[in-house]
């Protein structure tokens, strides 16, 4: 029996995000040690199973792949851009420091500091239009090749409201006006 990853539990969902990342890990150092040219090799499918997985850091293989090989990032940047729902563009080549406030097709995001807990900020997304599914992750990738994901919960009232460390890698790259936002 198969169940729908948007709805387990948060519970449940760590458990298995954890037990997930754990295989990658492995998989990665097994890789790593193991003889023969082809072992190691990043493929489009690993893309594509990262992307539809749970919500894990890329895999340390995979960032190692797109250093090494330019072709698999552009073909990973395709893959998000063809499955996202909404794209968040760069922010304007005039913009300097941090931002608080992003726009994208269909969507805002802002960034406000918690009053209750030191050190965490709400994301809030607003949809602007209406979409023909709810998105259930969202994904940010820096210039620099970085990338991170989170998972969404249902919109309420055409938003979703997360609670995030400050220094978290998805709240570090949504201020960044270099980086990209997808969700889906």
Known sequence: MSKKWSSLDPQKKNGIAAVFEAITTIDALSEAVADG????????????AWINGPPVALPSSIKMAF??????????????????????????????????????????????????AKGQVYI???FTS?????????VVTASDG????????????????ILADEDSDVVRLLRDPKSEIFLW
């Open 37 to 48: 040219p082809e072992k190691g090799k990043t493929s489009f499918r690993d893309l594509v």
């Open 67 to 116: 250093l090494a090989n330019p072709a698999l990032r552009r073909d990973f940047d395709r893959l998000l851009e063809r499955s996202a729902l909404c794209k968040g563009e760069r922010a304007a080549a005039a913009s300097t420091g941090l931002l608080d406030t992003r726009e994208g097709k269909g969507f805002r995001v802002r960034l406000k500091p918690s009053r209750g």
């Open 124 to 126: 809030l997304f607003e």
């Open 130 to 138: 209406a979409l023909p599914v709810a998105p259930e992750t969202l």
């Open 146 to 161: 970085e990338c991170a994901r989170l998972p969404l919960s249902a919109p309420q009232d055409s938003a979703i409201q």
